[in-house]
T-cell receptor, first 116, second 111 residues
Framework: EAGVTQFPSHSVIEKGQTVTLRCDPI?????LYWYRRVMGKEIKFLLH????????ESGMPNNRFLAERTGGTYSTLKVQPAELEDSGVYFC??????????????FGQGTRLTVV | GQSLEQPSEVTAVEGAIVQINCTYQ??????LSWYQQHDGGAPTFLSY????GLEETGRFSSFLSRSDSYGYLLLQELQMKDSASYFC????????????FGGGTRVLVKP
C-alpha cells in the first residue's frame, strides 16, 4: 500500500512568488492534515480536512495560504505571495475516518520550502 | 488551547536508558501519542496512550497519567539509530481530534 506522498520534495522560490504543494493521502483516509515545521521547532498544525470539507483551519497563518481538497482525495496548499517567514518543512498526514484506539497518523516525507 | 512541554535535548550513550517527559494542558483530553522523526524524514508513529499506565513496544515504552497531565517515553538499550527528534502529541475532543505537537526532544546517542 502506498503511503502519504508529497510533491515537490524541495522548492526554492523568490519572495512574492507563488508555490503550490500537493499531498496524496493514503487511499481511503478521510482525514487529511497539513503541518509545518520551522527551523527545527515544533510541528505546528495548519488545517484539517474531513473528506473535502475543512474541519479546522485555525492554524493557517494568514490569507496568503489557501488549501483545497478536491473530491476528498488529494490536497493542495498554495502560498501566494510567499514571504521569507513561510520557509520551513510542510508535512501532510492522513488517518482513517475512525481513529479508534490506534490513533495513528501517517505522515508524508514533507516539502522543504525555502523562500529567498 | 493546547500546550505541551518536553525537554529540548537529551544526550546518552549506547545501551543506556532515556526517559523523555511530556506535560500537557488541554481540555477534552483524548490521548497522548509519541512520534519519532529522523533528520530529513517524516514523523513516524511510535505509541499511543489513552488510559493510565504503561504501554510497551519492544525497546520503547510509553506511560500516561491523566490525573497529572503527564506522560513519558522510555527508550531502552539505546542504539545509534535512535538518534532523532521525539515528539509528544495530544488529541482532544475540544480541538476536533487533531494532533497538537510539543516542541520535540532531540536525542543524541553517542558511542
Amino acid at each position: 500500500e502506498a503511503g502519504v506522498t508529497q510533491f515537490p520534495s524541495h522548492s526554492v522560490i523568490e519572495k512574492g512568488q507563488t508555490v503550490t504543494l500537493r499531498c496524496d493521502p493514503i487511499s481511503g483516509h478521510d482525514n487529511l492534515y497539513w503541518y509545518r515545521r520551522v527551523m527545527g521547532k515544533e510541528i505546528k498544525f495548519l488545517l484539517h480536512f474531513v473528506k473535502e470539507s475543512k474541519q479546522d483551519e485555525s492554524g493557517m497563518p494568514n490569507n496568503r495560504f489557501l488549501a483545497e481538497r478536491t473530491g476528498g482525495t488529494y490536497s493542495t496548499l498554495k502560498v501566494q505571495p510567499a514571504e521569507l517567514e513561510d520557509s520551513g518543512v510542510y508535512f501532510c498526514a492522513s488517518s482513517p475516518q475512525l481513529w479508534g484506539s490506534s490513533a495513528e497518523a501517517f505522515f508524508g516525507q514533507g516539502t522543504r520550502l525555502t523562500v529567498v | 488551547g493546547q500546550s505541551l512541554e518536553q525537554p529540548s535535548e537529551v544526550t546518552a550513550v549506547e545501551g543506556a536508558i532515556v526517559q523523555i517527559n511530556c506535560t500537557y494542558q488541554t481540555s477534552g483530553f483524548y490521548g497522548l501519542s509519541w512520534y519519532q522523526q529522523h533528520d530529513g524524514g517524516a514523523p513516524t508513529f511510535l505509541s499511543y496512550n489513552a488510559l493510565d499506565g504503561l504501554e510497551e513496544t519492544g525497546r520503547f515504552s510509553s506511560f500516561l497519567s491523566r490525573s497529572d497531565s503527564y506522560g513519558y517515553l522510555l527508550l531502552q538499550e539505546l542504539q545509534m539509530k535512535d538518534s532523532a527528534s521525539y515528539f509528544c502529541a495530544v488529541r482532544s475532543t475540544a480541538a476536533g481530534n487533531k494532533l497538537t505537537f510539543g516542541g520535540g526532544t532531540r536525542v543524541l546517542v553517542k558511542p
